[in-house]
């Protein structure tokens, strides 16, 4: 799809709920802002008085980055299970990496940073976890957690696995995913997803973590990967424990799932949405946004008699089903080529959720 003359990589970034909201009302933001132009990281409180608004006077900015162009802003937050804030950052724009960041420690552009909000010191806001991977590297920033990415647009943790799973945005070939393990090197701009950068180039891949998963640009329409959540709903089951994300040109949603020492990839649906982020709900559901609307991810999974309602009519079905030894793709909902009292305790979960 076009990009119409509004078309910005800046603004609102990222937001990011404390783990102990419920408790202190405190909420992070990345924003951009100018003079000089920069990524701003700032805490606010919820207002007292409204549960539904911010209190606009309660910014205290954590950390800045300065942006030497206007795109790559990156802009992800997300807290670990560890309690630390995870940010993304872009290499810092143009096109190819001019300013050579992305093998750069001593710059926080083209990286993941981990940082403890809860925490300060050396007279900053934040602090630095003891265990960072760069943290005793005096060439180093110590709040780098992983660098040689491009523009991860967006990450998210697995919340059964705890793995770090980024889509990083590709120069005008490759899109990729990664999963993010501390202190690795991704590679850009030597390298772009499994390719050699610029094409025709040397470089050697084992000095780099490769992609787990990459597809070329500009076939069939794709030109920008949105990276999403490994889905851990109950209303879905045959997405349970695969990585959702999706392409902002064409709306393409994909499911990308592990086979032993391979991954497999899917299309679920091409939405013609100009995808921008996915989210989660508090029950794991998957919900995306695009074309200024908030969508959720449904299925007709287990309506077993089409007749667009899930109840003990699909149950009835599904159990006649078993014990006619009829076997129905659409009824094996837990896609082990066998129907057994297993679908119908997850055809109930379905209806139940």
């Known amino acids: ?3 119409d003359g509004g078309y910005t990589e800046e603004g609102l970034l990222g937001l990011a709920f404390h783990p102990n909201y419920e408790e202190n009302g405190y909420f992070y933001v990345n924003y951009t802002d100018y003079g000089p132009k920069r990524n701003v990281i700032a ?3 919820v207002d007292t008085d409204n549960p539904n608004e911010a209190d606009y006077f309660s910014s205290t900015v954590i950390l800045e980055v300065n942006q030497p162009y206007n795109n790559h802003n990156g802009g992800q937050m997300e807290f670990g299970s560890d309690g630390y804030l995870y940010i993304s950052f872009g290499d810092g724009g143009s096109g190819g990496d001019p300013l050579e960041n992305g ?16 925490n300060s010191s050396d007279e900053l806001n934040y602090s630095i976890p003891l265990d960072n991977p760069f943290i005793n590297n005096n060439d180093a920033r110590p709040e780098i957690y992983a660098y040689g990415l491009r523009n991860v647009w967006r990450f998210s943790f697995d919340p059964e696995t705890n793995l770090l799973w980024a889509a990083d945005v590709g120069q005008n070939a490759w899109e990729e995913i990664d999963i993010i393990y501390p202190g690795l090197n991704y590679g850009w701009n030597k390298m772009e997803a499994s390719h050699c950068y610029p094409p025709g180039s040397d470089c050697n891949p084992s000095n780099y973590e490769l992609p787990v998963w990459e597809y070329e640009l500009y076939v069939d329409g794709v030109c920008s990967v949105t990276g999403g959540y490994v889905y ?6 045959s997405l349970r424990g695969k990585y959702i994300y999706g392409d902002w040109c064409t709306g393409d949603i994909w499911a990308l799932s592990s086979n032993e020492n391979s991954y497999l990839n ?6 013609d949405i100009n995808i921008t982020s996915f989210g989660v ?3 794991n559901e998957l919900f995306f946004c695009g074309n200024q609307r908030i969508y959720k991810l449904t299925s007709n999974e287990g309506d077993l008699n089409n007749d667009n309602v899930l109840n ?5 079905l599904l159990v006649n089903l078993i014990l006619s030894q009829q076997y129905n793709d659409a009824a094996d909902l837990n896609g082990d080529n066998i129907l057994n009292v297993l679908d119908v305790i997850n055809l109930i979960n379905i209806i139940l959720n």
């Open 232 to 237: 851990r709903g109950n209303s879905i089951w």
């Open 281 to 283: 709900d508090q029950y």
């Open 103 to 118: 093998q750069n420690l001593s710059t926080l552009l083209s990286t993941i940073i981990r940082i403890d909000v809860d």
């Open 43 to 45: 805490r606010y409180s």
């Open 266 to 271: 899917e299309e679920i649906i091409r939405t």
């Open 1 to 3: 799809m076009d990009q």
């Open 312 to 316: 003990v009519l699909d149950v009835i």
